[in-house]
């Protein structure tokens, strides 16, 4: 590739696009790997291969027949990791049936929004998740969820009454179902994650999905051979597109290590199901790093993997390299809205870009990064990242004007992520456009800091937020965890600071603590530390928020 100038890249075309249905492209897979293992739940020792996952899918897609549902109707999820999650994903797939994921973190008026926001004929729920009562939950939200026809719970009478009624739906009506659907079909709604604002149903189709999982799947040299340890969440795309459809376009196995993340569980499916690849946001690796027990694990089966979802710092990249085994792990970026991957490092880059950038754009997508007018800038200089492609979501749900402050008119997806892109593709995320900070005029990129911040040895993780200041606009904070058995404080910090980055980057407050508000897939909400420190250090809010 020749050296670019501007910062506008495309990716490589010379793979073509699937040009077929998530069911068609299962049934190929099955038909090559049939006696391979597909999947595997840790936690609920089940295990399928490929011609048994398919039997399974078939006979809750022909349950789903037998309920009345039909392709272009709403299926809500509500629970976390479990097989039959991934059966109801390539059960509506086959049937057109438009999965709508619900974070199992979500409480009654969330639940109730996204139910209610994408007009749901029937869920499929978890009796319970972390001391929550689903079936109560359901049970009260119902009445303000009116298209709410049905509600199956796993592992109740109501999933068996399901799988029964599979027997009075002969599998032609599946097949003839299957048959009538386009590629191009919406499939899958998923509310983005609570980072800012209220949610947005991103509405994705059979083709955003599947080519994005199948080419995240070739980042990876993914064969049959592979094994995909999942713990991140199936509501979200890391989970449902880049572990599951990653894993069946290339007939590798999913492996489910539990219900939710647990470090220790994850590092026990690794070794007893000899994983060859490991998913997880960064703060999931730093988990594991520093589990009890991690140096006795025998991860030597590990040969890749995917940090992603969040800035990953180059210090946990490396560790993972040399610790985890994961010699050709890649990082990936992306948003929901993208399906979601739109660059990812690869094994054969090196490796200062490896754990330092977010790699290259992705077959058949383009990357740009604008200024504020929104011209291509040069390469090297930052502005705002915005995807091109097949990858790009159909829309927001039922939102037409939300959807057009996202995708311009020229298929332009603005991620309200800042970026750079260098003369060789390479992008780095320098951080959010609505994660600046202004202090006295100054502009200070918190990802920076806390990148800086990262090299500290007494430093386990650290999250940087602007905070309201009175002189100055706008003050920077630490949240700071301390590495088990280290010490530091605020005069510690600072003196590191000292002389190697401008003072007016160095953070004004610094809190201690054990960890961070987070969503579901590992981000920080840095809004809800703003609101917390604000209070804590009594200061005035300011007039305009940043995330
Ligand atoms: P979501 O829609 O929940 O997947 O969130 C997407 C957002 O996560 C992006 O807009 C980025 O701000 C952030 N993100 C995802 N991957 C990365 C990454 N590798 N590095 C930095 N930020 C990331």
Known sequence: MAPLEQSHAAGPTDVPLLEETIGAN?????????DREALVACHQRLRYTYAELDAAVDEVARGLIAVGLERGDRLGIWSPNCAEWVLVQYATAKLGVI?????????????????R????????????????????MVEEVAPSAPDLERTIFLGSDGWDELLAGAADVDAG??????????CTDPINIQYTSGTTGAPKGATLSHRNILNNGSFVGRGCRYTEADRVCIPVPFYHCFGMVMGNLGCTTHGACMVIPGAAFEPGAVLDAVETERCTSLYGVPTMFIAELGHAGFDERDLSSLRTGIMAGAPCPVHVMREVIARMNMSEVTICYGMTE?????TQTSPDDD?????????????????????DDGATVPCGRTGELCTRGYSVMTGYWDDPERTAEAIDADGWMHTGDLATIDELGYAKIVGRSKDMVIRGGENVYPREVEEFLYGHPAIADVQVIGVPDERLGEELMAWVVV???????????????????????????VKFVDGFPMTVTGKVQKYKMREQAIQELDLAPAVAETA
Not at 26 to 34: I, N
Not at 173 to 182: H, K, Q, W
Request: aromatic letters at 8%; hydrophobic letters at 35%.
């Open 483 to 509: 590495r088990t058995g280290s010490a530091l404080d605020d005069e510690g910090l600072r003196e590191y600071c000292r002389g190697r980055i401008a003072r007016y980057k160095v953070p004004r407050y």
């Open 99 to 115: 999965l709508v994921n619900v974070n199992p973190a979500y409480q009654t008026s969330e639940l109730s929004f996204a139910l």
């Open 173 to 182: 009506r599946l097949r003839e179902a299957s048959d009538a659907l386009e």
């Open 351 to 371: 490796i200062e870009r490896r754990v330092s950038t977010v790699g290259r754009v992705h077959p058949h997508v383009q990357i740009k990064v604008v200024d």
């Open 117 to 136: 926001q994408s007009g749901c004929r029937a869920l499929v729920a978890a009796p319970e998740f972390k001391g929550s009562d689903f079936v109560a």
């Open 338 to 342: 993208t399906s979601p991957v739109s």
């Open 26 to 34: 299962l049934e190929r897979t099955v038909a090559s790997f049939p």
